[in-house]
C-alpha cells in the first residue's frame, strides 16, 4: 500500500476546502467560541455559540452533499447554504442554553436528527439500495479514522506540551490542553471526516467492494452480541410470564442494546443478504426483527409503568415514541423483508424533528401531562379535611416540573386559578424555584416537599433583581453583607462585626463585641411568602430595617435561604450590603488629641 505525499494529502486538504467551505466554517467557529469558553469572561455565551456552531456542522454537509446531487451551484446553492445558517441563527435566539435538562435533550434531540440527514439527505426522491449502502459505509469508515486519527494527534501534541513544560520550564496553562481538544474536535477531526465523504455518488453504482473487516466486525462480533442480548431479554420475557412481576424499568439499558448494535450489525451487512453462501445473514436478520417486537413491547410496558402514576417527561415521552419507532421498524422488516434500509434513518429523523417544537414537542406533551397531574390529584377525595401526604409530595414534584419549564400560563390551569399571579411569574431559577414553588402549595394550604432527598421540607430560597435607586441620606456608610466571613469594619473608631444568628432569624451588627442593632429577617420571609405574589422576591421587599442604640441601619437583600420549621425560621445564608447611620451625634476628637 502507496501511503500519500505531504504534497498530495495538501492537494486534498485544499479539495476539501473548496468543497466544504461553509462546513469548515461553522467548526472554525465553534473551536473559536469553545475556546474563549474555557475560564473566559461571558462564558455562557461563548459555549452557548460553540453548541449552536456545531449543528451547523452536520446541518451544511447534509445541504452541500443535496446540493451536489442535484447540480446546484452559484446562487442556488448559496441561497441554501445560507438559510440554513439562518435557521441556526434562529435557533440560537430561542434556546437558552443547556442548563435546564429539557433544554439539553432538545439540543441533543436536534443534533442526532441533523446527524441523521447526512446519510439520507443526498438520496431525498433519489433512492438506490446499493449506492446508498455504499455512500454510507464510507461515512461510517470516514467517520473511524477521522476519531482515530484526530486523536491520536491530539494525544501526540499534549505529550509535546506537557515535555515543554517539565522537562524545559515553559508555562503551559492547563487551559491550554482544553482549547487544543476544541481544535482537533471541531476542525482537525471534522476536516479529516470530509476528506473520506465520497464526491462522485453516481459512481458508487458499480461498486461492489465489501470490505472483509466489515463483515468480521458484524459476524463475529456484533451478531455474537445481539445474540446475548436476545437470549437475556426472551428469559427475562419468560420470567415476567412465570412470576407475573411487571418488567423493571432497567429493561430500557438492555432493550437500547440490542437494538443499536442490532441495527448496527444489519446495516452493516445489508448488501450481503442476497449473495451466495451468507445464508446466516438472512438467518440472523429474520430472527433479529423478531426478537425485537416482543422486547420493544416489554420497554413499553415497564416504561408505562412510569408513566400512568407520574405523567410524562421529555425522556419518557421521548422513550416511548423511540419504542414504538422500535416496534413498528421490527413489524416492517419482518413482514415485508425486502424493505430499504433508509426508512431506518429516515423515520428516525422525522419523529425527532417532530418532536423538538410546537404542540407535538416532547416539552409541550410533558407540560400538558403534569398540569393535568396536579389536576387529578387536587380533585382526589380529602381524608379528614387534607389531602394526603403521598399526593402532596406528587403535586410538589409537578409543580417543580412546570417551574422548571416557566410553565406559569399551565400551572394556573392545573391549579384551577386558585393562586393569582402565576401566569405571569418572574423568571424562574434554581435559587428561587424551591420558594416560589413552597408559596403556590401553601396558597392551596398543602406541605411543599423539596425534590432532593437530602434537603429538608421547609427550604426556601429568595433573590432580587436590579436593586432600585435608594435614598441614602439617613445612611453615613455602607458595606457588603457577609456575615459568614465578615471581617471587622472600624467606622469612626467603631470596631463593627456582622454576625448571622441563623436560629433566631437574626443579623446582628456588633460594635467592639457587643451588639448594637439587631435586623429581624423571619418578617422578611414572611412577607415574600405571601400568596397573592408567590416568590417574587422584588429588591424593594427584601429589605431589613433597624434602628437602636444611636446608631440606624438598613439591610439591601440579594440573596437568602434558609428553612421554616414549626417554631419559626432558620436562614442559612444571607448576602447584600449594609446601611449604617449614627442618629446622635459623635464626639468630635481635636487633632493631636490621644
Known amino acids: 500500500m502507496r501511503f500519500p505525499s505531504i504534497a498530495a494529502l495538501a492537494a486534498r486538504a485544499r479539495e476539501v476546502l473548496l468543497r466544504f467551505p461553509w462546513v469548515l466554517a461553522a467548526g472554525v467557529v465553534a473551536a473559536f467560541a469553545a475556546i474563549n469558553a474555557v475560564n473566559g469572561p461571558n462564558m455562557d455565551y461563548w ?47 430561542v434556546w437558552p442554553g443547556p442548563e435546564e435538562d429539557y433544554q439539553a435533550i432538545r439540543y441533543v434531540q436536534l443534533s442526532a436528527a441533523l446527524h441523521l440527514l447526512v446519510a439520507f439527505l443526498p438520496f431525498l426522491g433519489r433512492f438506490q439500495r446499493d449506492v446508498f ?60 471526516f470530509l476528506g473520506g465523504v465520497p464526491d462522485n455518488l453516481p459512481a458508487l453504482a458499480n461498486d461492489t467492494d465489501y470490505p472483509k473487516g466489515l463483515k468480521v466486525l ?79 413491547v416489554m420497554f413499553l410496558l415497564a416504561l408505562w409503568k412510569r408513566i400512568d402514576p407520574y405523567g410524562l417527561t421529555e425522556l419518557r415521552v421521548l422513550g416511548f415514541l423511540m419504542g414504538l419507532w422500535l416496534l413498528g421498524i421490527a413489524l416492517c422488516f419482518t413482514i415485508r423483508r425486502n424493505t430499504g434500509i433508509h426508512i431506518i434513518p429516515i423515520s428516525l429523523a422525522v419523529l425527532l424533528l417532530a418532536t423538538l417544537y410546537g404542540p407535538t414537542s416532547a416539552t409541550s406533551l410533558s407540560v400538558g401531562s403534569q398540569g393535568r397531574r396536579i389536576r387529578a390529584l387536587l380533585a382526589q377525595p380529602a381524608e379528614g379535611g387534607e389531602i394526603s401526604t403521598s399526593a402532596q409530595v406528587e403535586v410538589s414534584s409537578a409543580v417543580q416540573f412546570l417551574l422548571r419549564h416557566n410553565a406559569g400560563s399551565a400551572l394556573q390551569r392545573a391549579v384551577g386559578g386558585k393562586v393569582p399571579g402565576l401566569a405571569d411569574l418572574p423568571p424562574v431559577t434554581n435559587m428561587n424555584r424551591d420558594s416560589i414553588a413552597a408559596a403556590i402549595l401553601d396558597s392551596l394550604n398543602l406541605e411543599y416537599t423539596p425534590p432532593y432527598p437530602n434537603q429538608q421540607a421547609g427550604y426556601f ?59 429581624d429577617l423571619s418578617t422578611v420571609v414572611d412577607s415574600l411568602k405571601r400568596p397573592d405574589n408567590p416568590g417574587k422576591a422584588t429588591a424593594r421587599r427584601m429589605r431589613a430595617a433597624a434602628e437602636e442604640n444611636g446608631m440606624r441601619g438598613m439591610l439591601q437583600i440579594s440573596y437568602m435561604n434558609g428553612r421554616r420549621t414549626n417554631t419559626g425560621v432558620k436562614i442559612s445564608d444571607v448576602s447584600g450590603q449594609v446601611f449604617l447611620g449614627y442618629t446622635t451625634p459623635r464626639p468630635v476628637t481635636a487633632p493631636g488629641t490621644p
Not at 78 to 87: D, I, S
Not at 163 to 173: H, I, Q, S
Not at 229 to 239: G, M, Q, S
Not at 243 to 248: A, F, I, M, V
Open 133 to 192: 449502502w455504499q455512500y454510507n459505509r464510507r461515512l461510517f469508515e470516514a467517520i473511524l479514522k477521522a476519531v482515530l486519527f484526530s486523536g491520536v494527534l491530539f494525544l501526540g501534541l499534549v505529550i509535546a506540551l506537557a515535555a515543554l513544560d517539565k522537562l524545559f520550564g515553559v508555562d503551559v496553562p492547563g487551559e491550554t490542553y482544553a482549547r487544543l481538544w476544541f481544535v482537533m474536535a471541531f476542525v482537525a477531526n471534522t476536516w479529516i
Open 47 to 93: 459555549a452557548r455559540l460553540s453548541m449552536v456552531a456545531a449543528l451547523g456542522l452536520p446541518l451544511l454537509t447534509a445541504l452541500t452533499l443535496f446540493a451536489e446531487q442535484r447540480g446546484w451551484t452559484g446562487v442556488g446553492r448559496t441561497a441554501l447554504l445560507a438559510g440554513a445558517v439562518l435557521l441556526l441563527a434562529g435557533f440560537y435566539q
Open 461 to 519: 430560597s429568595y433573590s432580587s433583581g436590579e436593586s432600585p435607586p435608594l435614598e441614602i441620606r439617613d445612611y453615613d456608610y455602607t458595606f457588603p453583607l457577609t456575615p459568614r466571613d465578615s471581617a471587622p469594619v472600624v467606622l469612626d473608631g467603631d470596631s463593627l462585626t456582622v454576625r448571622l444568628d441563623s436560629a433566631a432569624a437574626m443579623v446582628r451588627i456588633l460594635r467592639h463585641g457587643e451588639p448594637v442593632l439587631a435586623f
Open 218 to 296: 458484524s459476524q463475529y462480533i456484533l451478531t455474537p452480541l445481539v445474540t446475548i442480548y436476545l437470549v437475556l431479554l426472551t428469559a427475562y420475557i419468560l420470567k415476567i410470564l412465570v412470576t407475573g412481576d411487571w418488567p423493571s424499568g432497567w429493561i430500557g439499558y438492555l432493550v437500547a442494546s440490542v437494538a443499536v448494535v442490532g441495527l448496527l450489525a444489519f446495516l452493516l451487512v445489508a448488501p450481503l443478504r442476497d449473495r451466495e453462501g451468507e445464508g446466516w445473514i438472512r438467518t440472523f436478520s429474520r430472527w433479529l426483527f423478531i426478537g425485537l417486537m416482543p422486547a420493544a
